[in-house]
């Protein structure tokens, strides 16, 4: 059992941390709500948590887009290619750091990978 001082702080830990998760999760509501409201209902600045007038409408814009696809593409070979990159990189960075006496710049190598 926790004593009175414990106990009045870990209530406020927990409601700090509370204000601070509904800080960062009410925007994104928020967001989430405006773009599944009704235009006017968003211009008119009626939405707040909840959509009003609810429609897929924005979505269905989005989806049929040209650019979209295109965007769509451009993101999953950036994926790809900095995958492919930094695993190149990891696996010949640590090579020469896993031959701890053959290598002669190391403990330069290794001093630089930490900072």
Known sequence: M???GSLIASMVIYLVLTLMALAGLLPIVHTLAISLSD???VTGGLVRLRPIGFHLE???EIIMSRF???GY???TMRVVVG???QLGLVVMTGYPIALE??????????????I
């Open 2 to 4: 926790k004593r009175g």
């Open 39 to 41: 235009k006017a209902a």
């Open 58 to 60: 924005n979505y269905r």
């Open 68 to 70: 979209f696809l295109n």
């Open 73 to 75: 593409l451009v993101s």
């Open 83 to 85: 995958v492919v990159v």
């Open 101 to 114: 006496s053959k290598f002669k710049g190391r403990n330069i190598l290794v001093f630089f990978l930490l």
